[in-house]
């Protein structure tokens, strides 16, 4: 089993950080993309950032130039970093990762930015 715990949720006023990390542990075959997608009430679930395996990037325009995404091969984690947070950024945010050819999810954690 691949478990996935994620952790850096919280509320903040507008304007504020958070860091969210996840970190897969148990039987991990090959990690190769990992991301963050979020779903805020009443909307579908959407891409925030992604990244593969050798770094490479993908953002969401509505936080491009705020959020950045990194990992940690060795320690299989991915970390967000929310700046300029936005009350529009409330959210469900869950971890995906692609475990060979095996996609797993986070069980989420709760961003609410106040206004």
């Known amino acids: 089993q691949v478990q996935l715990v994620e952790s850096g949720g919280g509320l903040v006023q507008a304007g504020g950080s958070l860091r969210l990390s996840c970190a897969a542990s148990?039987?991990?075959?090959?990690?190769?993309?990992m991301g963050w997608y979020r779903q805020a009430p009443g909307k579908q679930r959407e891409l925030v950032a992604a990244?593969?395996?050798?770094?490479?990037?993908n953002y969401a325009d509505s936080v491009k130039g705020r959020f950045t995404i990194s990992r940690d091969n060795a320690k299989n984690t991915v970390y967000l970093q929310m700046n300029s947070l936005k009350p529009e950024d409330t959210a469900v945010y869950y971890c995906?990762?692609?475990?060979?050819?095996?996609?797993?999810w986070g069980r989420g954690t709760q961003v609410t930015v106040s206004s």
């Open positions: 990244i593969t395996r050798s770094g490479l990037t």
């Open positions: 148990g039987n991990i075959f090959s990690i190769n993309n």
């Open positions: 995906k990762v692609i475990d060979g050819v095996t996609v797993r």
